[in-house]
């Protein structure tokens, strides 16, 4: 093999390459281990951080990933398929007992809790009234 024909093999390999780049990526390939609109969100909650008693963390559908407790306090709190806790608001037949997505107590376990448990109206979080919120880290899409 010649210097030209080494020259003319790298020119089709490269003009292969960037077609391949071009238009196999056109629809947005992922190369990633999450699609685009699967990854989760997250927020953190800390004993000195001002959640109100009714916090709204998404207006809409979703699913609730998981709350990682990584210090426990002494309040309670609850995590609700809904945007409101004014029952006059909310419309349809919800059953209550399906409205309680995830209960952590007072003083939990430092750890993981895996929901993966979808919401259609939104997520509400409810903190109780005591001296310390746990630290957590709750994530949703």
């Known amino acids: 093999m010649n210097k030209k024909d080494i020259i003319i093999i790298s020119a089709i390999v490269s003009v292969i390459t960037v077609s391949f780049i071009l238009f196999a990526n056109k629809k947005g390939l992922n190369l ?3 699609q685009q609109t699967g990854e989760y969100h997250s927020t953190t909650t800390t004993s000195t951080y001002g959640f109100s008693d009714l916090t709204v963390l998404k207006g809409e559908g979703g699913t609730l990933g998981s709350i990682v407790v990584t210090k426990a306090g002494t309040t309670e709190m609850n995590l609700y398929n809904a945007t409101t806790s004014d029952i006059t608001k909310r419309t349809g037949n919800i ?3 399906s409205l309680l997505l995830a209960h952590i ?5 430092v750890g993981t809790y895996v929901f993966d448990t979808i919401f259609t109206n939104g997520l509400l979080i409810s903190v109780g009234q005591k001296s310390t919120l746990s630290t957590t880290t709750i ?3």
């Not at 107590?105 to 376990?109: D, G, R, V």
């Open 95 to 97: 059953a209550t007992s």
């Open 139 to 141: 994530t949703y899409r």
């Open 105 to 109: 107590p007072a003083s939990p376990t």
């Open 32 to 34: 990633g281990s999450v």
